[in-house]
Every structure is written in C-alpha cells, then in structure tokens.
C-alpha cells in the first residue's frame, strides 16, 4: 500500500474517531456539522499550515514558474484524474461521463504528451471529475456529519470513508519509485494550491465566517456534482 493512501487511511481514521467522540460534539447551530467546535478547531489549524507554509510556497511557485510550465503541470495532473473520474462515471451509470473522461485520457495521454497538452478539451470532450465519494451518494448513501480534516480540508463522513478507494485511484500514489512518488505528490499539493491563491484571499475578504462559507459551500458544490438534493437531518452525536 502506498504512502499517500497510508496517510489517507489515518486520515479516516482520525474522522472517525473523532465522529464517534461523543465528547467533541457540541450545541450546533447547523444541524449538518455537530462537531461544529471541533470542525473550527480542525480548519483553524489548516489555516495557520496553509499561512506558514502552502501559500508561500504557492506563491513563489506562480511567481517563479512561467505560465506554460505551471499549465502543462496541471494539465498532468488533470489528466490522471480524468482517467478515475472515467471509472466512477461507470460505476455511477453514468455513460456520456465516462466515455468523454475516458477518451480525454486516452486522447491527452496519446497526442498530448503523456497529459502535459490538454488536446481533449480543444476536440470538445467535456471533463467531469468524479470520485467514490460522489459514486457512494449517487447510490444513495447519504453525507453523514460535516467533517474538517487536517491538512486535507472539508469533507462529510460519507466522503472520508472513500478517500482509500480514491487513494487506490491516485495514479501518483502507485509509483514504486519513492522520491520520484513524493516529489511528484509535493509538485500536485503546489499545483492545487497554486489554483485556489486568489479564492482562498476572497473567502477571507468577503465572509464575515469563512468557516462557515466554506462548510456550506463545499456541501451546496458536493450535492450539485451528485444530482442529489439530500433531506435535511440532524446527526446527533452526544
């Protein structure tokens, strides 16, 4: 098993934990997120690690870098998920998802330099990213409490449960070569988060609550992508 679908697993492991911490839960005001106390405490902490560490580092990537070079990067990495994303889109009957995932991959992997060129999207062929998390709601298994991950960020307990599954699905995480694994792993943390440089300053600047923004707009993005409007309950955990 791979170091990344390692760390994964301990992930989940500690949701758990914590989900079943009957102790942590607290007097929520969104009946959705329980552990609301804990949750903040949780993104508190990613904060800080994103403060000292990813979004200098994703800073100085966007600033050092030139623009193709960080393009052709995330066109890689886009293009290894386009090939999990063509395997959920079948196991979530999905068949125009999974054949456009599917032809991107083979498409960019073929004529587009092992994924570096996005020939795909120039043909038309739509990308969606789908994971088992998705796969599990599509079928009816409903989020469970809101979740705050360490260094991963906002999840649902249905969605931490999958992360192994997604882990098995991450490409990078199957390399035998372990530098190689890991520096392409760090190069895939700095891409994602190179991306997200400019929302991540507007979430600060236009919440009054980023917490809370983020919590309902992670929620509002995961029911959209599954086609699902979930009813309202309460996760009671004390």
């Known amino acids: 098993m791979s170091s990344t679908t390692n760390r994964l697993l301990r992930a989940a492991g500690l949701a758990g934990l914590l989900a079943l911490a009957g102790c942590a839960s607290g007097p929520a005001a969104d ?11 949780l993104y508190q902490f990613n904060v800080e690690v ?15 870098a030139p623009a193709p070079l960080r393009t052709g990067v995330n066109n890689f990495f886009g293009n290894l998920r386009d090939a999990w994303s063509a395997f ?17 991959f083979a498409v960019n992997s073929t004529f587009g330099l092992v994924g570096v060129l996005d020939i795909a999207s120039e043909m038309g062929l739509e990308r ?3 994971d088992f998390g998705m796969t599990l709601g599509r079928w009816g298994v409903p989020d ?6 360490p260094l991963l960020g906002p999840s649902t307990l249905r ?8 882990g098995q699905g991450n490409a990078v995480g199957q390399i035998g070569h ?9 190069l895939r943390v700095v891409d994602q988060r190179a991306g997200l440089l400019r929302a991540g ?9 980023p917490y809370s923004f983020l919590r309902d707009s992670y929620l509002q993005r995961r029911h959209s992508q599954i086609g699902v409007t979930p009813p309202e309950e309460r996760y009671d955990l004390e």
């Open 159 to 166: 969605d931490t449960a999958a992360l192994p599954v997604d």
């Open 128 to 130: 969606t990213t789908l």
């Open 144 to 149: 469970g409490p809101y979740l705050m991950l």
């Open 31 to 41: 009946p959705r997120d329980p552990l609301e106390p804990l949750n903040r405490s």
């Open 201 to 209: 300053d507007m979430l600060q600047e236009a919440s009054l609550d």
């Open 88 to 104: 959920n889109g079948v196991l979530q009957l999905r068949p125009r998802e999974a054949t456009e995932n599917g032809m991107r």
């Open 50 to 64: 994103d403060r000292a560490l990813l979004k200098p580092v994703a800073t100085t990537y966007v600033e050092v």
């Open 178 to 186: 372990i530098p190689t694994r890991n520096e392409l792993t760090a």
